[in-house]
C-alpha cells in the first residue's frame, strides 16, 4: 500500500485542556488513486495531511508510507521518504523568491535527482508566459500553480495537496486538478487532495469525509 492509515489520533493541547481533533482515522491510498478529504474547517484535514507528510506526530496509530512508519523511522529514512517519495502542496506556496518561475519549476525535481523539462511543466499549468518573472510578480493563482508544478515535477509516488485550487477561479482549478490526476496517472503515483470544492471532490476516484475527528 502507498499510504496507510490506521486508528490515528491527534490531540492539540489548548488553553481550555486537550482538544482531540483527530480520534481514531483510518484510511488507504493506492498507487494510481485519487481520493478527496472533505469537511468543514476545523474538522482536522490540514491536521492528517501534515502527519501523513511526517511534519507531526500522532498521538497513537500508525501511518505507513511504502511500508515504513514515518512516525517511528529515523531522521535519515523519513528525510529520504519525504524526498523521494511524498510531494506536498500547501496552502502557503513557499516558493524561492531568489529563483525566477523557471528555476523553482526545475528546483525540487533537480535535489530529488530528476531532470524536468520547465517548458514543458510552464505550458501545462498556463505559466508560459511567467516563466522569467520573479514569484513576487506573480497573483496568488500563479503562485499556486507555480508550487504545484514544481511538487509535480519531482514526480512524486504520493501526492499530498491541501486546497491546491483554493486560490483559483473554477475553470483554471479545474484545468490544474485535471494536471494534477494526468501526472498523478502517467507516473502512477498516488493524490490525497483536501477541498472544500464538492464538485472537485466528485471528480476523484474516492472521497473520505471528516466529521468530529472521525471518518463520516
Ligand atoms: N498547533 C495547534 N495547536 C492547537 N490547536 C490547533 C493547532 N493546529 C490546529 N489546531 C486546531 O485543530 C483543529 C483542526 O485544525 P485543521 O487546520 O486541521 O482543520 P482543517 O479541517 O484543515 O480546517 P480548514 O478547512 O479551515 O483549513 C482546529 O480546531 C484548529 O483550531
Given at each position: 500500500m502507498l499510504l496507510s492509515v490506521r486508528d490515528v489520533v491527534k490531540t492539540y493541547s489548548t488553553a481550555d485542556g486537550p482538544q482531540v481533533v483527530l480520534d481514531g482515522?483510518?484510511?488507504?491510498?493506492?498507487?494510481?488513486?485519487s481520493l478527496a478529504l472533505t469537511g468543514e474547517s476545523g474538522c482536522g484535514k490540514s491536521?492528517?495531511?501534515?502527519?501523513?507528510?511526517?511534519?507531526?506526530?500522532?498521538?497513537?496509530?500508525?501511518?505507513?508510507?511504502?511500508?515504513?512508519?514515518?512516525?517511528?523511522?529515523?531522521?535519515a529514512?523519513?528525510?529520504?521518504?519525504?524526498?523521494?517519495?511524498?510531494?506536498?502542496?500547501?496552502?502557503?506556496?513557499?516558493?524561492?523568491?531568489?529563483?525566477?518561475?523557471r528555476d523553482n519549476l526545475t528546483f525540487h525535481?533537480?535535489?530529488?535527482?530528476?531532470?524536468?523539462?520547465?517548458?514543458?511543466?510552464?505550458?501545462?499549468?498556463?505559466?508560459?508566459?511567467?516563466?522569467?518573472?520573479?514569484?513576487?510578480?506573480l497573483s496568488g493563482g500563479q503562485q499556486q500553480r507555480v508550487a504545484i508544478g514544481r511538487t509535480l515535477a519531482a514526480r512524486p509516488r504520493l501526492i499530498l495537496a491541501d486546497e491546491p485550487t483554493g486560490n483559483l477561479d473554477e475553470a483554471t482549478g479545474d484545468a490544474v486538478l485535471e494536471t494534477m490526476q494526468e501526472?498523478?496517472?502517467?507516473?502512477?503515483?498516488?493524490?490525497?487532495?483536501?477541498?472544500?470544492?464538492?464538485?472537485?471532490a466528485r471528480r476523484m476516484d474516492r472521497r473520505l469525509h471528516l466529521r468530529a475527528g472521525q471518518v463520516a
Open positions: 482515522i483510518s484510511l488507504d491510498v493506492k498507487a494510481g488513486e491536521t492528517l495531511l501534515h502527519l501523513c507528510a511526517g511534519l507531526d506526530t500522532p498521538d497513537r496509530g500508525r501511518i505507513e508510507i511504502e511500508g515504513t512508519d514515518i512516525a517511528s523511522a529515523a531522521d529514512e523519513r528525510a529520504r521518504l519525504r524526498r523521494e517519495a511524498v510531494g506536498l502542496v500547501f496552502q502557503q506556496f513557499n516558493l524561492i523568491p531568489s529563483l525566477t518561475v525535481a533537480r535535489l530529488a535527482g530528476r531532470g524536468v523539462d520547465p517548458a514543458t511543466l510552464a505550458d501545462r499549468l498556463g505559466l508560459t508566459p511567467f516563466l522569467d518573472r520573479w514569484p513576487e510578480q501526472a498523478a496517472s502517467e507516473s502512477g503515483a498516488g493524490l490525497l487532495m483536501v477541498t472544500h470544492s464538492e464538485r472537485l
